[in-house]
């Protein structure tokens, strides 16, 4: 099984400042594979990016991803209010779907 | 408008069954695979099972495997897990969500159902 690493754990910014999250996986994940989510409390999760670094109609153009391989990145270019959350990556692979353990990013 | 809603959660006893239903509008239900995950409290999103279009096609978490079953009515554009020899380990918010076209990933969500299994 594919175990989804995230980095770091918390992340305290400011608004306006760029957030640079990272994933890495126990073995190579194809990009198609790859996921990542906004859960905020209260809140169902919110599908951000998918195939590593397409945005689904709706999402705003500051939330972008990147990676192949091991390593993925999901980056909030300038963060919003809205933006503090928890972010969680995830992929697919041999019929499992399996989710990082989260990074939250909270205000500094 | 996409919509999917979860019902049946509540309060078990360990070992004790359940059955959660989803309820999707807003989509041709019988062209995409659905999926379930919980979150428990405190915790991180943990995949539980997903079910193709047809419904033919099922997969579960090893820590589900045996003991909860995913099914369809696509008459009913109805998705069910059914939950038995449940433990206190289970205890979660279940999240149904639509499958994007490839399966990959999850681009709708419910709401989520509280399940919780006392010991």
């Known amino acids: 099984e594919i175990v989804l690493t995230q980095s770091p754990d918390t992340l305290s910014l400011s608004p306006g400042e760029r957030a640079t999250l990272s994933c890495r996986a126990s073995q190579s994940v194809s990009s198609t594979y790859l996921a990542w989510y906004q859960l905020k409390p209260g809140q169902p999760p919110r599908l951000l990016i998918y195939g590593a670094s397409n945005r689904p109609t709706g999402i705003p153009d500051r939330f972008s991803g990147s990676g192949s391989g091991t390593d993925f990145t999901l980056t909030i270019s300038r963060l919003e209010p809205e933006d503090f959350a928890v972010y969680y990556c995830q992929q697919y692979g041999n019929s499992r779907w399996t989710f990082g353990q989260g990074t939250k990013v909270e205000i500094k | 408008e996409v919509q999917v809603l979860e019902s049946g959660g509540g309060l078990v006893q360990s070992g004790g069954s359940l059955r959660l239903s989803c309820a999707a509008s807003?989509?041709?239900?019988?062209?995409?695979?659905m999926g379930w995950v919980r979150q428990a409290p405190g915790k991180g999103l943990e995949w539980v099972s997903f079910i193709g279009g047809s419904g033919t096609s099922t997969y579960y978490a090893d820590s589900v495997k045996g003991r909860f079953t995913v099914s369809r009515d696509n008459s009913k554009n109805t998705l069910y897990l059914q939950m038995n020899s449940l433990r206190a380990d289970d205890t979660a918010d279940y999240y149904c969500a639509k499958g994007t076209s490839d399966g990959i990933a999850f681009d709708y969500w419910g709401q989520g159902t509280l399940v919780t299994v006392s010991s």
């Open positions: 807003g989509f041709t239900f019988t062209n995409y695979a």
